[in-house]
């Protein structure tokens, strides 16, 4: 159905952004997880093992001419609700994407490349030393429309909890989900946006506080899937 309306069954509240939907939207009435078996999601083990043999596309690694080099960090860590990501909203005093849940991350500087612009960002952004991570591996490369940036995922893993605290301005708030609780029925949503020369499908987590959604939802998607899917 096209319109306005977010979705017609009964999902948590989310976070208080206006999403830019387009004219032409709707929603896609199906949750991947449903069927799957997604205990995976409580090993941190297994959700290593599963990014550490996944090889990302290489066409997509190619950044477009004009398009900004950036990297964020995917941090995660294992406690009694399973593996846990690491997450921020961004600052409502930010030129793009304000007030949005993304990851730790930023451009690459000169020299840098996108695991070392990660675990930089991460310790600039939230405090989290870089000694303290154990890269994982990369996950496929996307670009955002906003920002013109070409976002390289570089997933992480801590033995321990970090604490999840702002450091600097940019930030708003840190905080982890579980991501056996983005699989919930009331918590995924995607929906079909198109406009008058691209259509796109797009993820959302709704949860009781904050929606997270655009590349950050994609990103959080894919590490889910390889772990579930992983043999």
Known sequence: MVGRQRQSNAMRVGGSQVIPRPNNFRTIDHNPFANL????????????????????DQILRQPLETARPSAVL????????GVEAILTRRSQSLTNHRGEISFPGG???????????????????IGIAPSDAQI????????????????VPIVASYANAPALRAVNSEVDRV?????????????YSQEHWVFSDREFQINFFYLDD???????ARILFQ????AIKHK
Not at 223 to 226: F, G, T
């Open 74 to 81: 995917v941090g995660l860590f294992e406690s009694t609700n």
């Open 107 to 125: 451009r690459l500087e000169n020299g840098e490349t996108a695991v070392d612009a990660a675990l930089r960002e991460t310790h600039e952004e």
């Open 210 to 216: 904050e929606t997270v959604w655009g590349a950050t």
């Open 136 to 151: 994982m591996g990369e996950l496929n490369s996307m670009s955002t429309v906003v920002s013109n940036s070409h976002i």
């Open 37 to 56: 078996d997604t205990s995976a999601l409580r090993s941190l083990e297994v959700v290593s093992s599963a990014v550490s043999a996944f090889r990302p």
């Open 175 to 187: 905080f982890s989900v579980p991501l056996l609780e983005l699989t919930r029925q009331d918590t």
């Open 223 to 226: 590490v889910m899937m390889l």
